[in-house]
């Protein structure tokens, strides 16, 4: 890999960015199914421009989102994210990267917390976020039935001041 650069998506991006998003989403590490079928389902989810996206040259190797925490005002200053790496681009840096710019955008609008969760399955986002400052908050014990057995969900966050 040469040098990765974060920066915002644009349209040329979209088609890598669904690819990733239809390989890495599975059992272990979602409760449901793949929010986007099509390419211009996941269009309409996440338009150019609307995510930070790692870039190898024009290879695209991951991404991550926020999404305020509607419908309260008072919510204002919490993002709730999602990340994912292509498979390819995993255990590089990729992820640590888009979170640290990540961070900077959200100091920089001002966002106090950031917030996600992760199925107990997914050991290696655990220990990524745990390495990113998350901290378990909470746990959803049983929450979902997964290839038959229950996971339990964690609900992390990290604060920014």
């Given at each position: 890999?040469?040098?990765?650069?974060?920066?915002?998506?644009?349209?040329?991006?979209?088609?890598?960015?669904?690819?990733?998003?239809?390989?890495?989403?599975?059992?272990?590490?979602?409760?449901?199914?793949?929010l986007?079928?099509?390419?211009?389902?996941?269009?309409?989810n996440?338009?150019?421009?609307s995510?930070?996206?790692?870039?190898?040259?024009?290879?695209?190797?991951?991404?991550?989102?926020?999404?305020?925490?509607?419908?309260?005002?008072?919510?204002r200053?919490?993002?709730?994210?999602?990340?994912?790496?292509?498979?390819?681009?995993?255990?590089?840096?990729?992820?640590?990267?888009?979170?640290?710019?990540?961070?900077?955008?959200?100091?920089?609008r001002?966002?106090?917390?950031?917030?996600?969760?992760?199925?107990?399955?997914?050991?290696?986002?655990?220990?990524?976020?745990?390495?990113?400052?998350?901290?378990?908050?909470?746990?959803?014990?049983?929450?979902?039935?997964?290839?038959?057995?229950?996971?339990?969900?964690?609900?992390?966050?990290?604060?920014?001041?």
């Open positions: 890999m040469t040098e990765i650069k974060i920066r915002y998506s644009t349209e040329a991006d979209l088609p890598g960015l669904f690819a990733i998003d239809q390989q890495i989403w599975n059992p272990t590490n979602s409760p449901g199914p793949i986007a079928r099509t390419l211009a389902e996941y269009i309409s996440y338009p150019a421009g995510q930070l996206v790692a870039v190898d040259g024009d290879r695209v190797l991951g991404m991550i989102s926020w999404n305020p925490l509607p419908p309260f005002t008072s919510a200053f919490t993002w709730d994210i999602g990340i994912g790496v292509s498979p390819l681009a995993q255990h590089q840096g990729v992820g640590r990267q888009l979170m640290t710019r990540l961070k900077a955008e959200a100091r920089a001002g966002i106090h917390r950031i917030e996600l969760r992760v199925l107990s399955t997914n050991l290696v986002a655990r220990q990524f976020y745990a390495q990113q400052g998350f901290q378990v908050e909470g746990v959803g014990r049983d929450a979902f039935y997964l290839e038959g057995q229950f996971v339990d969900d964690y609900s992390l966050a990290v604060l920014l001041d």
